[in-house]
C-alpha cells in the first residue's frame, strides 16, 4: 500500500494507513498519479486520465465550498454531481461484473 499511496503524493509524508484514511482531494491524488493510474485504476476507470480528472475534480471543488465555506450548491453544481456520480457508478459496476 506504501509504494501506491506513496507515487500519488508529491509533498506528503506516507503514514502507517489505508485508503479509507484519506481525504477526498487525497485520494483524488493517488488515483490521478500517472503510474497509480495506469497500473490500478486505468482498467476501471477507462484511458483518458483527463476525462477522469475533469469529471472527478469538480467535486471536490463543490464538496469544499458546501463543508468548508458553507456554499449554497446550484443548479449547475447538482447536475456536475449527478453526472460524476452516473459515471462512477456505471464505471465501478461495469468493473465489478469483470468488464
Known amino acids: 500500500m506504501k509504494p501506491l499511496?506513496?507515487?500519488?503524493?508529491?509533498?506528503?509524508?506516507v503514514?502507517?494507513?489505508?485508503?479509507?484514511?484519506l481525504t477526498l482531494g487525497e485520494l483524488l491524488q493517488v488515483v490521478e498519479n500517472g503510474p497509480n493510474y495506469?497500473?490500478?485504476?486505468?482498467?476501471?476507470?477507462g484511458n483518458n486520465l483527463n476525462y477522469v480528472h475533469s469529471t472527478l475534480d469538480p467535486v471536490l471543488e463543490i464538496r469544499n465550498k458546501v463543508f468548508h465555506f458553507r456554499g449554497e450548491v446550484s443548479v449547475e453544481e447538482l447536475e456536475i454531481l449527478a453526472a460524476a456520480h452516473k459515471w462512477l457508478l456505471k464505471k465501478i459496476t461495469k468493473a465489478g461484473d469483470g468488464q
Open 15 to 21: 503514514r502507517n494507513f489505508g485508503l479509507e484514511d
Open 5 to 13: 499511496l506513496s507515487r500519488g503524493f508529491t509533498r506528503h509524508t
Open 38 to 45: 495506469g497500473r490500478h485504476f486505468k482498467k476501471t476507470f
